[in-house]
T-cell receptor, first 108, second 113 residues
Framework: GIQVEQSPPDLILQEGANSTLRCNFS?????LQWFHQNPWGQLINLFY???GTKQNGRLSATTVATERYSLLYISSSQTTDSGVYFC??????????FGKGNQVVVIP | DGGITQSPKYLFRKEGQNVTLSCEQN?????MYWYRQDPGQGLRLIYY???????QKGDIAEGYSVSREKKESFPLTVTSAQKNPTAFYLC????????????FGDGTRLSIL
């Protein structure tokens, strides 16, 4: 199956700092999703981004499908950004492969 | 995400007992999914359904069963055959299939007494 690797695995940020999370995948894909799981376990779909760049408030994502990676940018981080960020890509016709996540802690 | 309701939030199972986790959606989406998440891990697919009265096994279906009698409902039963059921269970939906955005319920935490 397809391999999905996320880096860095853990990140501690001072409130107000910017950060970049990376997702590499081992095979061609036609879309990619980024999710945020908050400390209570709720998983929110942040971006559905096959290619190019999308922005949503302080978050933006860029996928370069030809080079098999995607980046998630967090600007002016807030404590509510804490949690785990997952990327996921489809493979076969009936699977979504998730990375192991980026654990982010934003300290005030 | 709004429109997807999982219940209960917490569930305890005794040895040898079957338990059923509920997932209901009012988004009129065709596809529904069950995932299992263990501490510090990503999500693993248990079962999925892309249409009413049809469902398929995922990667870790042993010890679980599902039904899809109505479009809005996709309950998951954790049977006594599942020897290590303690985990966080997440239900997701998408408009049709795996190539479209998935949206998740708030999850059910299952523990063994």
């Amino acid at each position: 199956g397809i391999q999905v690797e996320q880096s860095p695995p853990d990140l501690i940020l001072q409130e107000g700092a910017n950060s970049t999370l990376r997702c590499n995948f081992s095979d061609s894909v036609n879309n990619l999703q980024w999710f945020h799981q908050n400390p209570w376990g709720q998983l929110i779909n942040l971006f559905y981004i096959p290619s190019g760049t999308k922005q949503n408030g302080r978050l933006s994502a860029t996928t370069v499908a030809t080079e098999r990676y995607s980046l998630l940018y967090i600007s002016s981080s807030q404590t509510t950004d804490s949690g785990v960020y997952f990327c996921a890509v489809p493979y076969g016709n009936n699977r979504l492969a998730f990375g192991k996540g980026n654990q982010v802690v934003v300290i005030p | 995400d709004g429109g997807i309701t999982q219940s209960p939030k917490y569930l305890f199972r005794k040895e040898g007992q079957n338990v059923t986790l509920s997932c209901e959606q009012n988004l009129n989406h065709d596809a529904m999914y069950w995932y299992r998440q263990d501490p510090g891990q990503g999500l693993r697919l248990i079962y999925y359904s892309q249409i009413v009265n049809d469902f398929q096994k995922g990667d870790i279906a042993e010890g679980y069963s599902v039904s899809r009698e109505k479009k809005e409902s996709f309950p998951l039963t954790v049977t006594s055959a599942q020897k290590n059921p303690t985990a966080f269970y997440l239900c997701a939906v998408s408009v049709q299939g795996f190539n479209q955005p998935q949206h998740f319920g708030d999850g059910t935490r299952l523990s063994i007494l």
